[in-house]
């Protein structure tokens, strides 16, 4: 795959006229459907003549390529230049006479994004420079970053130093020279966050451009593969059929449903699809970005869209579940689409909650389905066929009256035993409460078991894939397997421990680059940080909490307001900063569940609210891409609800399992 809309060996490029150089471009352009403006060709020319002077004295020493794409942020580099073994990340503003930050991180993204994805890039020295083609420069400082990761600090220049900057880059790393075609075929297995994955989804990428796709692991491509069978086949043969699907938490199951959702996207296709979701942070979320980067697309080709009318169109395949299951409610017709995706299936509620739901809200007495029953026998109105994918994850219930996979069985064994069924061969795992009811479909011929429907990997965090497993086996009290577990990922995914939130929160500012997003996580149950500034009953708007920029108060980049569990679930950061208050605490016997209520902690005795407490310490400690850090306070002897012992056990108990402190 030609990812540069032009490229060339850099003696090449200065032997060729600008204006043919230019013709590549504009062709290449065009061919994406791209609206080509005068401003971006005057652009062009004007970078190709910088680069003509710049590049003159490493004539036959590389290549370099124009309009490079890097479609895990949907956006392309203008220029990449491979000189001696140095990979150059090269941002032009032209025209500008300062530098900002919001460009500064962009080229940075651009060189983490190579180095973390880019197989032949891991190795090599990346130099990340923002030319502002008119500014006033001082002397560039060429250094590392501290990460060891061999990625320079960006490097300011302007259209007349530029030149002089790759040598000195070249000097600083005397690194021999990389050979140029055996780069060149370096694969990209980038692994987007779930807010990348859909805008790049949503702009026509293919998941397979967009995922990695490990040897070892069973990979998106093949789920989704699957799935399309299941799906084709179905519509073929006039049958309703439902697809488990499981995976670990951050393996992809939200990304293989938004997949399915994205290639049918058209309403007037036969395999028109909607993705659900009874989450509504994340639908929030999802559909907030989508409707900004089209927004900013059509802006890019001149063109203006509001953000409401984009909102509208993100609607109609991303749903909130609640909303679906009320329109069905209305209008006993069957639904438009063949095809519903049910992101956290297992979270659907029981038949107590539905009924509770429906009688003190939609005033319906007559009601007695579970969620699963009635959402099941919603597709089931179609004559001729209909497909329902659930996505299902382990150990994610956190609410109260969520019915787990459980009740999707028995709903499928009580009223519709017409339906296939495909099972992932993994569902049988205890950690997705399936039990027993499983053996009840032995009895029934119409149920496959793939393999393929299972995501055994974590790939939120693409610097250590078993941090999942870690965070079970200490949740689990298994301190011998987390130890042994945290060394295999302690060189790639940092996790540190400190009783002080403010170490805590320089630590992780320290260890972002770019515009890699962090923030403060905590349970809902933590109502007794409120000393340290910190209150989870403070409502944040998700929106802008992870979407909006390091400017913006609101954003999880200051390090101030708050996410729950309930915000963050299915969504991540590249970095948490996770408070551990005393709802969830260390004891020899096993952890110990509290609940604060008026002025004092109440144990929790409820067994499924044991649960959920210990699911929302699960999801904050997943929620990190590349590392993170717990705080477990200081306990205050003059206040009684802050007491040492509420605490102390349970960060002696992460340094027992070998967590770093700071």
Known sequence: ????????????????????????????????????????????????????????????????????????????????????????????????????????????????????FHETSHNLPIAPVLVATRAKCAPATMSYTPQGDRVLLPIRCNSESLGRIFSRVIDFVDGGRTDVSTWERGHYHPTPTIVEAAMALYNGHAVAEISRSDASAINLTKTSQAIGEVIRSSRDQKAKSICFITGV??????????????????????????????????????????????????????????????????????????????????????????????????????????????????????????????????????????????????????????????????????????WRIYLSSRLTDSEYGAGEVLHDLALRSNVITHDELHLAVSMRSFRAENVSLLVKQLLDIETDAARATLRQITPQYPIVITRSLQEAKCWIRSQARGSERFGLVASSEAQRLKPHAID????????????????????????????????VQGLELDWACVTWDGDFRYAPSGWQHWSFRGDRWIRIKKTDRQMYLKNAYRVLLTRARQGMVIVVPQGSGDDPTRRSEYYDPTFDYLMTIGFPTI
């Open 1 to 116: 795959m030609n990812r540069a809309y032009y490229s060339d060996p850099i003696d090449e490029f200065l032997d060729k006229v600008p204006e043919e150089i230019l013709g590549h471009l504009a062709r290449s352009s065009s061919a994406t459907g791209t609206f080509l403006e005068t401003t971006q060709t005057n652009a062009w020319l004007e970078e190709i003549g910088i680069l003509k002077s710049a590049l003159t004295p490493f004539r036959g020493l590389g290549s370099l390529y124009f309009e490079y794409s890097i479609p895990r942020l949907g956006k392309r580099i203008d220029v990449l230049a491979l000189i001696g073994s140095v990979l150059f990340v090269i941002e032009f503003k032209v025209g500008e006479e300062r530098f900002t930050s919001s460009a500064e991180d962009q080229v940075w993204d651009y060189a983490l994004d190579l180095k973390n």
């Open 249 to 418: 938490p951050g393996a992809g199951k939200t990304l293989v449903g938004l997949n399915v959702a994205t290639e049918n996207i058209e309403r007037e296709s036969e395999l028109y699809s909607v993705f659900l979701s009874g989450n509504g942070p994340l639908v929030a979320v999802l559909r907030e970005a989508l409707a900004r980067d089209r927004v900013r697309r059509e802006s890019e080709q001149g063109r203006k869209v509001k953000k409401n009318s984009t909102l509208s169109e993100v609607k109609t395949f991303i749903q909130n579940v609640h909303h679906f299951r009320d329109e069905c409610l209305i209008d006993p017709g069957p639904p438009i689409e063949h095809v519903a995706i049910f992101d956290e299936a297992q979270r659907a509620w029981t038949l107590d909650r539905t009924r509770s739901f429906m009688l003190q809200r939609k005033k319906r007495a007559d009601f007695n389905q579970s969620e699963p029953e009635f959402l099941i026998s919603c597709l089931d109105r179609h004559p001729d066929w209909g497909v329902i994918i659930c996505l299902v994850g382990g150990g994610q219930e956190i609410n109260t009256g969520e019915a787990g996979i459980r009740e999707w069985i028995l709903a499928l064994n009580r009223q519709f035993p017409h």
């Open 536 to 567: 989870v009953r403070t409502p944040i708007d998700p929106r802008l909490w992870f979407l909006n920029g390091k400017a913006d108060v609101r954003s999880s980049y200051y390090l101030e307001d708050v996410a729950t569990e309930f915000q």
